[in-house]
């Protein structure tokens, strides 16, 4: 398949409106998403590596992937449901690394 990108960047009248031309017409969607889900990979593994405790690092990253989730959200780059799901996650491990 092949993708006219002279096309996406003419369209796209600042990086926002790129970024979302190129979240809807190359990745159908999921660039938000799969970007979200990398920086919490890299963010749990690094707080993993620096804490030896999972469960702090499972709600540090989930903090930060909420922080994330609100502005891709605020860009259009996530779903409602996504960042629903975000706030799910965060607020269980939060509360989860609270009562210990």
Known sequence: MVY???DIAANGTSVVGFVQAINSDLTFGW???LFLIGAVAVAFMSFQWSTQDSAKAL???SFIAFGL???LRAMSLLSDL???ITLIACAATIAFTWKR
């Open 4 to 6: 006219n990108l002279t």
């Open 59 to 61: 709600s540090a990253s």
């Open 82 to 84: 996504t960042l629903f």
């Open 31 to 33: 660039l938000g998403t």
């Open 69 to 71: 989730a609100l502005l």
